[in-house]
């Protein structure tokens, strides 16, 4: 067999034998030189590392030339928007960014993000050279072309930013930026806009992820930012605290306590325990066995916000454990019980218990600095608007429990399984649904003649969860990646370049809902691509919402019959109107 990935077709196999592709096939960065490494171990954080840390085969210079990139952003040139998922964290080299609040007035200049989609013509083109066989690639070899990072234009701001603004941080040399999104697996919270001419090392998910591991200095300084930072900007965020002025925010960051419940890896655990519950007792069960972050019965402490992941709401009635509602990001629970115990001069117990799902980052906020400054006659007007508000909102848990009974299984189901988690969920109507098939033709039409998704899943009564990747909010599947090739776009779709999967299957066996599948890819004469030993190439399927083609995912254009929905989950008010439409 010839080296660098020379593809030898051998008749004896009736295969295309390939070199099995490997973590650093394909550099982050193909232009990362030798000198632009030394110049990167003599940066900050880097400087001070210790090479004997880490292995000999995962040298920190291997880290910094494959999994990192040197990019350089002019002035007023955005680097990160609020509100869209990055896979980096960001280490400034030289020159100054600013993160700008999400309420910053510079932001309304901003232009939506725009994304390079195919035209109809490359897609009609694409359609005709489509191959009759199943997972068909062109071209493979051991070395593929990394396709990830050329996906949207970057924007500019007019140069508006307030210098006086107390929200705005100022980061320079050596400050890193974007770590809270990438370890919390959630959306960036600021837009980050260069104040001049900068340089940025981008340091994605795996490369970061090695470097925490071996390097204390640096995991703690990371986990400091991730807390202090996100912390401030995650209270700054919240309607509640909205009309405060920006003193009072940095006050309340440095009193708020930061808690972390459950596992970041909650997966595994959830896998294996979810196969095992067939009854209302087992289930009750796994209700127990969740860490519970506040108890029914017990007077609240503190009003608690929920930074990141998932938090059940439940109430003891009849000698078991039911699902009142959820929490996700923004919200917060405990609200009302300590508004009244403030009001009434005495404790008013919590009337259900939240409990983590899966990992539950949650900030505690002092009920005596809620008293002084928010439930106080001297708040301010904008201060006990938006603390009605809240109210209001937080009302709406304990009224899950009147509601129709459909909304309160539904409740239960979705929890149960941890289906809020999916974003954009594949729901059947199994009444409407003729099993035409029409959705599985066009989704494989779509996708090398192998569809994405299979036609059965979960069930709720007439509806069905199918086996669809549902773009989740915590999409796990992403931990263990070693090259990235699993990502979310800025927009929050869960893609695979599959030029740069390797075919661990590490995505497939972390996935909780089994939407993940491991092909066997072939040439385009339909012989399967196979390494030196004559083990077969395979590369990870999923769904992914059709989004290099306009409009509508395939398979929810195909359904003639109103059979078929994509919807956010969590959203229980849309899908019961969907339910009951």
């Avoid at 869209?84 to 993160?99: C, D, H, I, K, T």
């Avoid at 609240?300 to 990141?308: A, R």
């Avoid at 505690?364 to 508000?389: C, H, M, Y």
């Avoid at 937080?394 to 239960?412: F, G, W, Y």
Wanted: net charge neutral; aromatic share 8%; with cysteine.
């Amino acid at each position: 067999m010839e080296g660098n990935g020379k593809l030898i077709v051998n008749d004896s196999l009736h295969s295309s034998v390939i070199d099995r592709p490997k973590r650093w096939d394909q550099p982050f960065d193909s232009t990362m030189s030798a000198k632009s490494v030394v110049r990167v171990l003599s940066a900050p954080h880097f400087c001070s590392m210790n090479r004997n840390n880490f292995p000999s085969t995962l040298k920190l210079t291997e880290i910094i030339r494959n999994d990192c990139r040197i990019r350089t952003f002019d002035k007023n040139q955005v680097v990160i928007r609020s509100g869209e998922y990055v896979n980096s964290a960001f280490l400034l080299l030289s020159g100054e960014v600013a993160m700008l609040s999400p309420l910053d007035s510079a932001l309304s200049f901003l232009k939506p993000t725009t994304y390079k989609i195919p035209s109809t013509l490359n897609v009609l083109w694409s359609w005709l050279r489509r191959s009759h066989l199943p997972e068909v690639r062109r071209g493979v070899t051991a070395i593929p072309k990394n396709d990830q990072l050329a996906f949207l234009e970057i924007d500019r701001i007019p140069d508006t930013i307030d210098n006086e603004d107390p929200t705005i941080s100022r980061l320079v040399t050596g400050d890193i930026f974007g770590e809270s999104a990438v370890l919390g697996r959630s959306e960036m919270r600021n837009t980050v806009v260069a104040l001049g001419n900068v340089e940025l090392l981008e340091i994605r998910w795996q490369g970061l992820r090695d470097i925490r591991k071996r390097e204390r200095g640096f995991r703690e300084y990371i986990d400091h930012l991730y807390r202090e930072r996100g912390l401030y900007y995650h209270l700054l965020s919240l309607p509640l605290f909205s009309k405060l002025p920006a003193n009072k925010i940095h006050e309340l960051a440095a009193l708020a306590l930061f808690e972390v419940h459950g596992e970041f890896e909650w997966q595994k655990g959830f896998q294996s325990i979810s196969k095992l519950a067939k009854t209302e007792e087992d289930y009750n069960k796994i209700i127990q066995s969740e860490p519970v972050i506040a108890q029914e019965g017990d007077y609240p402490d503190g009003l608690l916000l929920v930074q990141n992941g998932f938090g059940r709401i439940s109430r003891y009635i009849n000698f078991g454990h039911y699902t009142m509602g959820y929490l996700s990001r923004g919200d917060m629970f405990g609200l009302e019980e300590v508004y009244e115990s403030w009001k009434k001069g005495k404790g008013t117990a919590l009337n259900c218990s939240f409990r983590a799902l899966g990992y539950t980052d949650v900030i505690r906020i002092p009920t005596a600095w809620l008293e002084i400054n928010i439930f106080s006659e001297s708040a301010s007007k904008g201060v006990k608007q938006s603390l009605q508000d809240a109210l209001k909102d937080n009302q709406s848990i304990n009224k899950q429990s009147k509601a129709k009974p459909i909304d309160r299984k539904l409740t239960e189901f979705l929890v149960e399984n941890r289906l809020i988690n999916g974003s954009k969920s594949m729901v059947i109507d199994l009444e409407r649904c003729v099993r035409c098939d029409d959705c599985v033709t066009a989704c494989a039409d779509a996708h090398d003649n192998n569809p994405r998704f299979n036609r059965h899943g979960k069930s709720f009564e007439r509806y069905m969860i199918a086996n669809a990747c549902m773009h989740c909010e915590d999409p796990v599947c992403m931990i263990g990646c070693p090259t990235g090739a699993i990502h979310r776009s800025p927009d929050g779709v869960v893609k695979i370049n599959d030029n740069t999967c390797i075919g661990c299957s590490t995505c497939a066996n972390n996935c909780p809902y089994d939407n993940i599948r491991m092909v066997e890819i072939r040439d385009e004469t339909g012989k399967v691509y196979r390494d030196a030993n004559g083990k077969a190439i395979v590369k990870a399927s999923k769904c992914d919402l059709c989004a290099e083609t306009t409009g509508k995912p395939a398979c929810e254009r195909a359904c003639s019959h109103d059979a078929l929905t994509r919807i956010d989950l969590k959203d229980i008010s849309s899908l019961s109107h969907w339910v009951d439409r």
